[in-house]
């Protein structure tokens, strides 16, 4: 996403983070776009035009566009699609149900101020959970075993008591996830179980047994771990909201982001390939002739297929988060015996869900695609869960050098249908990174900050100028009235896909 020509769409301001792009001269309901004019004058011509594509498709009744918005698979990364009729993979992705998750430690700051200490955690965890794009348990030889029989379970019923048992994560973390498990287009575990062994008995997901030894791993790309030092901020709302959240002041967090891995890669590259064929077959027009932009109405076989293999994704990136934090957790016990850790809470940016509308009381599939769901409280949503009274935590990451932040919904999401944005999005491709960045330069500023991490050198591609400028992202979120500021999270080492190992 280097450097693109502005784009020639007029967005017209709203307030002083808030505008709106009108869509063929006003006939069609505008996008809504939130950004500061620093942010949005950052958006390339590509994403612009993604959002046009995709707000114009068919059953489409919303588009949003978030500050860290930029060109995606059909859709924008950073956007919100609402739909009363339609399923589209697109503003999905991928990577099926990429997450956060934030575990609170009672390991007071000072314990890891010793970097030694740190190396030791992150060796630990190392041994437990693997990085890489192709690696699984097999690479870790403390990490949990999971055979194609507990890996079926996985998939098909999430975050059960019974999986969460067999794998010896807390049963309670359940209660602490935005979705422990979803069910398919029918609603049950059992269609899901059919559809799993339909496509194991079609080809459709190859070597299942090596997909899911890849439960309690991080992958590569931008998927990360990362132990924090929480910081509440000092206000009557932020107190409350961090004691509803299990959030410690002055006390040691960790991170995580990572999703699906290959299991719900094969299931979305699947759909993709089958909607694709089935749009070619019958000459149907693709939205702005994207091949990225198919879709399914609902109640059709093909829609029925995108949900069922969408929540088997989901469950296994569900499965996977909770094992990671239970193992992060194992990793630190074995380091500072003793200590005790909860899960504050996992929650979801490429995913869709079926919200109603308060607008219209209207039942929608809302799809966010590096989008995270922001419920204020009071919001029905969160009736008989602990978030009523507060809104439920939302994980904003930033970048290893700025921090992260803990955020909770204002009223004024409603604007941006119940989203904000799932981080600081890139301003930089990967290619271009390396091509425009010095690795010594980044390596450097680690350093200054004594930040650690498992490599020899940080991935350039990955390193906090390839990402947008997150103050300004998360003062757009702050002007824009969508969310409020609970903590920071200042990092102290971070675990990545880094090739070879540091030997600090």
Not at 35 to 50: L, V
Not at 115 to 138: C, M, S, Y
Request: charged share 20%; with cysteine.
């Amino acid at each position: 996403m280097a450097s693109a020509p502005p784009h020639e769409h007029t967005l017209i301001e709203t307030g002083p983070a808030t505008a709106i792009l009108p869509i063929r001269g006003g006939k069609e309901k505008p996008i809504t776009v939130i950004g500061t004019p620093a942010i949005r004058a950052g958006f390339d011509a590509k994403a612009i035009q993604q959002a046009i594509n995709s707000r114009l498709a068919p059953g489409v009744a919303e588009l949003v566009l978030n500050p860290d918005a930029h060109a995606g698979y059909g859709a924008p990364v950073g956007c919100v699609l609402t739909s009363p009729t339609h399923v589209y993979p697109g503003p999905v992705g991928v990577d099926i149900k990429c997450s956060m998750s934030l575990l609170q430690l009672d390991l007071p700051a000072d314990q890891v101020n010793d970097r030694k200490a740190r190396r030791a955690v992150i060796d630990a965890i190392l041994e437990r959970t693997p990085t890489g794009a192709g690696q699984g348990q097999r690479s870790a030889k403390k990490s949990r075993r999971v055979d194609a029989a507990l890996g079926k379970q996985a998939v098909t019923r999430g975050g059960a008591p019974e999986v969460l048992a067999a794998l010896g994560i807390p049963i309670h973390w359940a209660g602490r996830c935005e979705d422990s498990q979803h069910s398919g287009h029918d609603g049950t575990a059992d269609g899901l179980g059919s559809r799993l062994e339909q496509l194991l008995a079609s080809g459709g997901v190859m070597n299942f047994a090596d997909k899911v030894h890849q439960l309690g791993s991080y992958g590569g790309g931008n998927h990360f771990g990362e132990c924090e030092v929480v910081s509440v901020e000092d206000n009557p709302r932020a107190r409350r909201a961090a004691e509803v959240f299990g959030l410690r002041d002055g006390n040691v967090a960790f991170l995580s982001h990572c999703g699906s891995r290959g299991f719900g890669n094969v299931l979305a590259q699947g759909q993709f390939k089958s909607l694709q064929r089935h749009f070619e077959t019958w000459s149907i027009p693709l939205p702005g002739n994207d091949r990225e932009l198919v879709y399914a109405p609902l109640g059709t076989a093909h829609a029925d297929a995108y949900l069922d293999d969408m929540a088997m994704g989901a469950n296994f990136a569900t499965v996977n988060h909770l094992l990671i934090n239970a193992l992060v957790l194992e990793a630190f016990q074995s380091v500072f015996p003793g200590v005790k850790g909860e899960l504050v809470y996992f929650i979801s940016h490429n995913i869709a869900r079926q919200e109603v509308d308060q607008a219209t009381n209207q039942m929608m599939w809302v799809h966010r695609k590096g989008a995270t769901r922001a419920f204020p409280a009071g919001h029905f949503g969160l009736k008989e869960t602990p978030f009523f009274e507060t809104g439920h935590p939302i994980l904003l990451p930033g970048n290893p050098r700025d921090g992260s932040v803990v955020m909770v919904a204002d009223e004024g999401a409603a604007k941006s249908c119940y989203s904000v944005n799932h981080g600081a999005g890139r301003c930089m491709g990967r290619k271009d990174a390396a091509r425009r960045l010095d690795q010594k330069t980044v390596d450097a500023e680690f350093e200054a900050h004594d930040i650690l991490h498992n490599g020899r050198q940080y991935p350039i591609d990955e390193s906090p100028a390839a990402y947008k400028d997150f103050n300004e992202v998360l003062r757009s979120v702050k002007e824009a009235g969508l969310a409020s500021e609970v903590a920071r999270l200042k990092a102290r080492f971070v675990i990545k896909d880094v090739g070879s190992p540091a030997d600090d």
